[in-house]
């Protein structure tokens, strides 16, 4: 069955760093489009990053040049890197892929101090 279970989150300070990992079991990464949501409290979930299986980067108009999305096949792992964080990237953060359906992890939450 597969499942994506999110890591790395935590509390950081403006203008600090976070990464967040995203492990999957059940299935082979490489072949899908894989993605990174967010949801902060009162407000619905948004994608902030996604990446194709040939490399092709998404980013958010919000998050662009400060985010770095990656991914190792081998571990069937999703990376973000969070540079230059914000107050207002404070949310809970959600690994997803989609393979027929809709599939996400249970999310880390970061905190933005201000």
């Known amino acids: 069955q597969l499942q994506l279970v999110e890591s790395g989150g935590g509390l950081a300070q403006t203008g600090g760093s976070l990464r967040l990992s995203c492990e999957a079991s059940g299935v082979n990464l490489r072949y899908y489009v894989i993605g990174w949501f967010r949801q902060a409290p009162g407000k619905e979930r948004e994608v902030v990053s996604c990446?194709?299986?040939?490399?092709?980067?998404y980013y958010s108009a919000s998050v662009d040049g400060r985010f770095a999305i990656s991914r190792d096949n081998a571990k069937d792992t999703l990376y973000l890197q969070m540079n230059s964080l914000k107050f207002e990237d404070t949310a809970v953060y959600y690994c997803?892929?989609?393979?027929?359906?809709?599939?996400w992890g249970k999310g880390t939450l970061v905190t933005v101090s201000s």
């Open positions: 997803n892929v989609r393979i027929g359906r809709e599939y």
């Open positions: 990446i194709s299986s040939d490399e092709i980067k």
